[in-house]
């Protein structure tokens, strides 16, 4: 179902979440993102009834529930600690929504071959939830969730606890879940990677209020505020001024000058995403490549890339593909070339208002 939250206006103690506008459509797989303490897990437990609207309307499927219980909304919740009652076995903690919800006993038992089958747990049943492991246990919450047939599922972190490799199957277990049952789900995280492999659209909130609603590629590629663009790891954000020199638009600040591709003069901030930079010894005749010269400050290995601190002066962050450093191999000190496209660079005027 669609969930609609128009002009939402939380207060917990002294948090405020302000003027939340947002429709997640039906079926969609919405990611809320922000860094801790930005009011995720507010707005998700409002979502869910959990706390109080002071103003605002909350509507599910063209029904407003901004005033109704949480057990009559339709909606279920899976948090980060998984919640699991420990002196219930897996069977028992399944099954817990469901003895809830007024079904008969057939009811009950056929909702619940059907979830045991979805998740696989059928020999977990027996078990408490302190014998299961972190997959196990998200398994075991999802499996309660989803049970109910809820209208719409709300995920609060929930594969921020689990190790690397549980985490990406976790992962692709919720893709397919969802490609499978459609539900309208909204999952919180603090995880860029995260939200871009899992959502349909992305919604980047901080510091009480939503910044930025749109695709993965919307927010990674065209990010509307310095906050968002720091938030997604965007690193080079440079003040300055757009201005025409011998035909071209250049932008120049923070000791730094690149050609930009432009429409108007003017105050703005460039992003400069630390990907679309490449380092090389000598210029290449490309055409609408900036090139700027630098001295390695730092070199970073992260493992499959490693990014490159250039002082230009301005610091610019650049990531490399291990297969390129081979070749480079550059050490603190080296002057270098920094490569990046003039279409590459994003222009934020929105930051000078």
């Known amino acids: 179902m669609t969930l609609t939250l128009d002009r939402v206006h939380i207060e917990v103690g002294d948090f405020a979440v302000r003027d939340i506008g947002l429709t997640v459509n039906d079926g ?5 993102l922000g860094p801790t303490g930005s009011g995720k897990t507010v707005l998700l437990e409002t979502i869910a009834g959990l706390h109080r609207v002071k103003s605002g309307t909350i509507t599910l499927g063209g029904r407003e529930i901004t005033s109704t219980p949480p057990e009559g909304r339709g909606i279920s919740i899976v948090y980060q600690d998984y919640a699991l009652f420990p002196h219930l076995t897996v069977a028992g903690n399944v099954a817990f929504g469901l003895s ?17 089958a979805l998740f696989g747990i059928g020999l977990l049943l027996h078990r408490k939830p302190a014998t299961l492991s972190g997959g196990e246990r998200q398994k075991v919450a999802l499996a309660r969730a989803l049970a109910t047939k809820p209208a719409v599922i709300l995920l609060d972190e929930p594969l921020s606890a689990l190790d690397p490799e549980t985490r990406e199957s976790l992962q692709q277990e919720l893709r397919g879940l969802h490609a499978m049952l459609k539900t309208t789900t909204i999952h919180v995280t603090h995880s860029f990677e995260e939200a871009i492999a899992l959502g349909d659209r992305v919604g980047v909130l901080g510091q009480g209020r939503l910044h930025q609603v749109g695709t993965p590629t919307e927010i990674f590629s065209r990010p509307n505020s310095e906050f968002v663009a720091r938030f997604t790891m965007a690193k080079n954000i440079f003040h300055g001024v757009v201005s025409k020199r011998h035909g071209n638009m250049v932008f120049a600040g923070d000791g730094i000058a690149f050609n930009v591709v432009a429409q108007e003069e003017g105050p703005c901030c460039a992003v400069v995403r630390p990907e679309v930079v490449s380092i ?27 990014s490159i601190i250039l002082e230009v002066p301005a610091r610019l962050d650049c990531l490399v593909p291990r297969a390129s450093m081979e070749n480079l191999r550059p050490e603190p000190g080296e002057t270098l070339l920094a490569c990046f496209k003039a279409s590459a660079i994003h222009l934020l005027r929105e930051e000078l208002r």
């Not at 969609?28 to 809320?32: A, D, N, P, T």
């Not at 090389?280 to 490693?306: M, R």
Request: contains cysteine; aromatic residues 8%; negative net charge.
């Open 28 to 32: 969609e797989y919405f990611v809320l």
């Open 280 to 306: 090389s010894a000598q210029p290449e005749s490309l055409e609408g490549t900036n090139y700027i010269s630098g001295t390695v400050a730092d070199v970073i290995d992260k493992g499959p890339v490693c």
């Open 100 to 116: 809830c919800g007024g079904r008969t006993k057939s009811e009950i038992s056929e909702a619940m071959d059907w979830v045991v």
